[in-house]
């Protein structure tokens, strides 16, 4: 608390010294504290990431031993929580520490094991969410529907390789994580409608979505993903409104033969 009158901080609980100590700390026994509300810790990781501060050693084990209680968490929180680790400008430290304290696995398990098995896929994940970190500190921030598809565009691609039939699969794969997280049907169409798109792109099948209302968003996503693998990022990805490409040529139409009358006998 600051008192106006005299000038000075009021401090019951130590908290000046754990900021000179850039140190996240608990009030009072942090195991009680994430029994209550195990939301607690997934805001103690955002913190941590967004203050660039260290979790004390109880906190952190602490979060170590509740994790699995965030199962118990009402899904909409939780789902707002992931949000904000991607809104915070520091997208990138608050999924690791969520990776490396297991919390992930709880809530996300789909990126949990994908970080896990694909060392490869894991770079390019953070890869973007650094550049979703790049574009909050110019004020540029994309909206909900880009970083998620960013955050999940690895295993869904993984998910989806060698299918026939992609739709389907797309749905089965984020049934299970659209009902852990409640999301919101919007939100999950608009995921899909992105992922989707970025077969296309890559493709360069660019003429095919381009008229097309989500393109920009696509264009964000794909802009982002081409930065993470270190590649060239086309014009039309950098400002999708001002964008010129080259069109397709469209097919060439072949004219009939007509056929002549035949020839009467004489």
């Not at 993903?225 to 270190?230: E, H, I, N, V, Y």
């Amino acid at each position: 608390f600051y008192d106006l009158e005299r000038g000075e901080v009021i401090d019951f609980v130590g908290g000046v010294a754990d900021l000179e100590e850039r140190l996240v700390r608990t009030i009072g026994d942090p195991n009680v504290r994430f029994r209550e509300d195990p939301v607690r810790i997934l805001r103690a990781s955002k913190f941590s990431a967004r203050l660039d501060m260290g979790l004390d050693p109880e906190v952190y084990d602490a979060m170590v031993q509740h994790r699995a209680d965030l199962r118990r968490a009402a899904a909409p929180r939780v789902l707002e929580e992931i949000l904000r680790f991607l809104r915070g400008g520091a997208s990138q430290r608050s999924i690791y520490l969520a990776w490396d304290v297991g919390v992930l696995s709880e809530i996300l398990p789909e990126v949990a094991s994908f970080l896990d098995d694909e060392p490869e896929g894991a770079s390019l994940t953070f890869g973007r969410l650094k550049t979703i970190d790049a574009l909050a500190a110019e004020d540029r921030l994309p909206n909900d529907a880009v970083m998620l598809a960013a955050l999940m565009l690895g295993p869904i691609d993984e998910a989806l390789e060698g299918v026939r039939d992609v739709p389907v699969a797309y749905e089965e794969f984020v049934r299970e994580f659209a009902l852990r997280l409640s999301l919101p049907r919007r939100l999950k169409d608009r995921v899909r409608l992105l992922v989707m798109a970025q077969r296309r792109l890559r493709a360069g099948r660019i003429r095919s979505i381009a008229r097309r209302e989500y393109f920009s968003d696509a264009a964000a996503l794909y802009a982002q993903d081409q930065r993470a693998r270190g590649l060239a990022i086309p014009d039309w990805a950098n400002d999708p409104n001002e964008a010129h490409y080259e069109e397709e040529a469209p097919p060439r139409r072949r004219r009939r033969r007509r056929r002549q009358p035949p020839v009467p006998e004489s």
